[in-house]
C-alpha cells in the first residue's frame, strides 16, 4: 500500500488522569509530529455528564467521536501525529455505564453501530484505523493524585465523593478492554512505575521504549 494514503497516527489510551496528555505532548514534541488533544475545558457536555450520566452518556459519546474523527481527518497524510485518546475506548465508557444500569443499551447498540461505521476503511480512503495505541495502566492512588494535581473541579472527590467508586470501576474496566483490543499494534507503559509526567530520567526511558516499538512496527 501507498504510504501516502495511510493516516500514520499514535494514539495514546487510559482511564482519567493516567498522563495521556502529557505525554501526548511529549511524544509529538519528541517525534517532530502534531500532537491532537481531547477537549475539555470548552467541552459544553462534559460537566452535564458529571451532573447527570444516566441523561448526557448518549450525547457525551456522540461528541466526542465527531470531535475524533475530525481529528484523525487532519492527521491524515502526516507521520506519526499523536492523539491523546483512542475513539475505540470511549466504548469502553459506554459498556460501563450500560453495566452499571447508568445509560440505556438500546442507546449504547446505536452508538456502537454508528463507530463502526463511520470508522469503516472505504477503497481510496485513507484508512482510519491508528497505527499504534500506547496505554498507560495506572493505579487509583497514582490516578487519583494526578486528578488532584490537575484540579478540574468537576472530577474531584471533594465535589463528589462518589466518584471514587466510579474511577474504581472504570480501572477494573481497562484492563480486559487493553488484552481484547486487536485494531492495531499494542503496547503498554507502566506509569506507576515510570513518573514521565515530572521526572525527565522516566521520560526519556518512556521515550526509548516508544522509539522501540515504534521501529520494530517499522513508523520510526
Not at 467521536?65 to 507521520?79: C, D, T, V
Not at 467508586?165 to 486487536?182: F, G, S
Amino acid at each position: 500500500m501507498n504510504r501516502k494514503s495511510v493516516i500514520t497516527v499514535i494514539v495514546l489510551s487510559g482511564p482519567i488522569g493516567a498522563g495521556k496528555s502529557s505525554l501526548t505532548s511529549i511524544l509529538a514534541k519528541h517525534l517532530g509530529s502534531t500532537a491532537y488533544y481531547e477537549e475539555v475545558n470548552n467541552n459544553p457536555v462534559l460537566p452535564l455528564y458529571y451532573k447527570d450520566m444516566k441523561r448526557y452518556t448518549f450525547l457525551l459519546n456522540t461528541y466526542f467521536l465527531n470531535k475524533r474523527l475530525a481529528e484523525i481527518n487532519a492527521a491524515a497524510g502526516n507521520h506519526n501525529d499523536v492523539l491523546d485518546r483512542s475513539i475505540y475506548e470511549d466504548l469502553l465508557f459506554f459498556n460501563m455505564n450500560v453495566d452499571s444500569g447508568v445509560s440505556d443499551p438500546t442507546e449504547y447498540q446505536i452508538y456502537h453501530d454508528l463507530m463502526d461505521n463511520m470508522m469503516e476503511d472505504v477503497p481510496g480512503n485513507p484508512r482510519k484505523k491508528p497505527d499504534l495505541l500506547i496505554y498507560i495502566h495506572v493505579s487509583l492512588d497514582t490516578m487519583l493524585k494526578r486528578i488532584g494535581k490537575r484540579g478540574r473541579e468537576f472530577e474531584q472527590l471533594d465535589s463528589d465523593p462518589g466518584l471514587k467508586e466510579y474511577y474504581q470501576n472504570l480501572l477494573r474496566y481497562y484492563e480486559p478492554w487493553y488484552e481484547q483490543y486487536d485494531v492495531s499494534p499494542k503496547m503498554m507503559i507502566d506509569g506507576d512505575k515510570y513518573d514521565f509526567v515530572d521526572n525527565i530520567d522516566d521520560q526519556d526511558l518512556v521515550l526509548d521504549i516508544i522509539d522501540n516499538k515504534l521501529c520494530e512496527i517499522g513508523n520510526l
